[in-house]
């Protein structure tokens, strides 16, 4: 069984900045995984926002390309991602996940951002 345990969300103002963080145990080999960010805004789908390989090659979607960054440290099976330049279209419950084999997903984290 794998956990997935997400959290640093919050309300902030547009302009702001979070770094949400991934937090991955059980029986997952964590430092082999390609995985990713995703979230899901109010009344739509969820939509994978970046990416990051096992070895540290990123892919990150046009709509935050430049404010959003994400990284992770195997060794402590983390993973995270800086938002910086927030603006209201990035609200949204985030999630991380293995991006080709999908494990339960987590409870998310709540990101709000206010214009």
């Known amino acids: 069984q794998v956990q997935l345990v997400e959290s640093g969300g919050g309300l902030v103002q547009a302009g702001g900045s979070l770094k949400l963080s991934c937090a991955a145990s059980g029986r997952i080999f964590f430092s082999g995984r390609t995985m990713g960010w995703y979230r899901q805004g109010p009344g739509k789908q969820r939509e994978l926002v970046a990416a990051i390989t096992n070895a540290d090659m990123t892919n990150i979607a046009d709509s935050v390309k430049g404010r959003f960054t994400i990284s992770r440290d195997n060794a402590a099976n983390m993973m995270y991602l800086q938002m910086n330049s927030l603006k209201p279209e990035d609200t949204a419950v985030y999630y991380c996940?293995?991006?080709?084999?999908?494990?339960?997903w987590g409870q998310g984290t709540r990101v709000t951002v206010s214009s």
């Open positions: 996940n293995d991006l080709n084999f999908p494990q339960p």
